[in-house]
């Protein structure tokens, strides 16, 4: 597994350096066949490479609310152009993505200069973006990353109605692995071999990417014949708000 996330780093590190300016090597577990997939409202780990910032402390987070647009002088702006019909001039929306935190990794083994570092930014998408559906109207979703005013080459963007990942307990810390899942019973303690949900228990799971907000979950749980022990009861139950689909 070490060898496998390594010779991966290495890779995209050399795609990435190849290229002048900030570039878009990855975005999280969410890239599509040709470009980064994401949803409305969903917090995303953008990868980016060709930074000449050096960051110090290497990792650094937003203090205030509303999250800033512009954090150590990195900011990332989000573009949708719309058009209903072909030949149709598209209405062109641009949005500054809210940065909730900045993490530099040394991808070299000796050395401490810009073109080592790989900085995952972390972002969440702005609710008011559209999903590319697959009639009309024509959306292109674009994004660029900017240092201290100077701006990126313009990445592609793929936007979905949802895109859930279940937050594990490092994603401040993107190069590990094997990190649990953020599963809580109802007296805030972690879901974990040690402790286990029992059948019929009401527990909390903490997610990102739904673009439409849950009000109520309830996932009774049965104990099942199978090695793998718990399974959902059928009839899953939700409550939704703010959906437009």
């Known amino acids: 597994m070490q060898v496998r996330i390594t010779a991966w780093l290495i890779l995209g590190a050399a795609c990435a350096f190849g290229q002048s300016g900030p570039t878009l090597a990855g975005a999280g577990d969410g890239f599509g066949p040709a470009y980064p997939v994401v949803a409305p409202g969903q917090v995303v780990l953008l990868q980016v490479a060709g930074l000449k910032t050096v960051l110090s402390p290497s990792f650094q987070q937003a203090v205030s609310v509303p999250l800033p647009a512009t954090l150590a002088g990195i900011s990332v702006t989000v573009t949708q152009r719309i058009q209903r019909f072909t030949m149709e001039t598209p209405v062109v929306t641009s949005y500054k993505v809210p940065i909730l935190s900045l993490n530099q990794m040394n991808l070299c083994d000796t050395g401490t200069a810009s073109d080592c570092l790989m900085t995952y930014i972390a972002v969440q998408m702005p609710y008011e973006l559209q999903a590319n559906p697959t009639s009309p109207p024509i959306i292109q979703s674009q994004i660029v990353i900017s240092e201290n005013g100077t701006d990126s080459q313009v990445f592609l963007l793929a936007v979905q109605y949802d895109r859930i990942h279940v937050i594990t307990t490092c994603e401040n810390q993107p190069w590990q692995t094997g ?28 997610a990102w990417g739904p673009a439409c907000v849950l009000i109520l979950l309830q996932m009774p749980l049965r104990r099942d014949t199978s090695p793998r022990g718990h399974t959902p009861r059928p009839g899953l139950r939700r409550g939704l708000s703010g959906c437009t689909r």
């Open 179 to 206: 990190c649990p899942s953020t599963v809580a019973h109802a007296d805030g303690t972690l879901v974990s071999a040690r402790s286990p949900a029992a059948p019929g228990e009401t527990v909390v799971v903490y």
